[in-house]
């Protein structure tokens, strides 16, 4: 054993980039409740693990067509579910514009 133990003791200016970070994530934790689609992004995981599972299975009994499907489909879905729901909307044009 060496003795004493060696401390690193943070400055002021680190504490606060620190606590400026908490911030931010704390804000992002916020704004990610308060988005109407919020439980919908919670069970986007879960249902994408279900289908990893699923096409796993398929390569084991040789769909590896069926397979890369679902792979197209999850990350479609991935996609989707990080962009915005209201801002990137995207439709046809009417007669009007």
Request: proline share 4%; with cysteine.
């Amino acid at each position: 054993m060496n003795g004493k133990r060696a401390y690193n003791r943070r400055s002021d200016d680190q504490r606060i980039a620190d606590l400026e970070a908490q911030i931010e994530s704390i804000r992002t934790r916020t704004e990610e409740k308060a988005r109407p689609d919020g439980p919908v992004l919670k069970a986007v995981p879960s249902v994408a693990r279900h289908l990893r599972k699923f096409a796993d299975k398929c390569h084991q009994f040789g769909r590896a067509d069926l397979a890369n499907s679902v792979f197209a489909f999850l990350a479609g879905l991935e996609r989707a579910a990080e962009s915005d729901p209201i801002g990137e909307r995207r439709g046809r044009k009417s007669n009007d514009e």
